[in-house]
């Protein structure tokens, strides 16, 4: 099962998290790059891959991490907040 780290202080905007999901998932062209669209991405995976978030930096960062952590348990995922 694949895992995403995702490190807080490595971005300075919620666009930068949303990014970097796109290409750590392989997500299609047409992701929105918001929590509707990574819900929808996730939804059509058997599987979602494990998540290990640092809830550190900018504050839209900190919130955009939040929201995604909470998207990926939704879709069945572990995530585990470093």
């Not at 995702?6 to 990014?19: K, N, R, W």
């Not at 509707?36 to 939804?43: E, F, G, K, R, T």
């Not at 640092?54 to 939040?66: K, Y």
Request: glycine letters at 6%; hydrophobic letters at 45%.
């Amino acid at each position: 099962m694949q895992t995403i780290c995702l490190f807080g202080g490595d971005y300075a905007t919620a666009a930068q998290v949303h990014l970097a999901l796109k290409s750590l998932l392989s997500l299609p062209d047409y992701y929105g790059m918001n929590a509707d669209a990574l819900n929808d991405c996730l939804s059509e995976h058997a599987a979602s891959p494990s998540l290990w978030v640092n809830l550190t930096g900018p504050e839209e960062v900190v919130s955009c991490l939040r929201l995604v952590s909470r998207v990926f348990r939704e879709n069945g995922a572990d995530v585990k907040e470093l």
